[in-house]
């Protein structure tokens, strides 16, 4: 079994900045990729941003230029720095990582509990 403790969120006013970490524990051979979702009420939830192992990153068109994703894969931890915030990035903000358990296993996908992120004035 996979955890992912997600951490940093909070309340921000409008062009401020928040950095969120997701440090992922127990049974991983490897990490293939680690990422941000989010969901805002009443929304579907949305990718936010993706890096692979290869340091290959992809990000939401809303949030290019403003929010930059790393990791470190020593510590299989992801980050998320989120700078000059909106009010419509407002949501849970969820962790995301395909892991591979064992050699052997197969990629299993496996979600953080969310982290709530709140911009306003």
């Known amino acids: 079994q996979v955890q992912l403790v997600e951490s940093g969120g909070g309340l921000v006013q409008p062009g401020g900045s928040l950095r969120l970490s997701c440090a992922a524990s127990?049974?991983?051979?490897?990490?293939?990729?680690m990422g941000w979702y989010r969901q805002a009420p009443g929304k579907e939830r949305e990718l936010v941003a993706t890096?692979?192992?290869?340091?290959?990153?992809n990000y939401a068109d809303s949030v290019k230029g403003r929010f930059a994703i790393s990791r470190e894969s020593a510590k299989n931890t992801v980050y998320l720095q989120m700078n000059s915030l909106k009010p419509e990035d407002t949501a849970v903000y969820y962790c995301?990582?395909?892991?591979?358990?064992?050699?052997?296993?197969?990629?299993?996908?496996?979600w953080g509990q969310g982290t709530q992120v709140t911009v306003s004035s």
């Open positions: 890096i692979t192992s290869y340091r290959s990153t």
């Open positions: 127990g049974s991983i051979y490897n990490i293939l990729t």
């Open positions: 995301n990582a395909a892991v591979r358990p064992s050699l052997v296993a197969p990629l299993l996908q496996y």
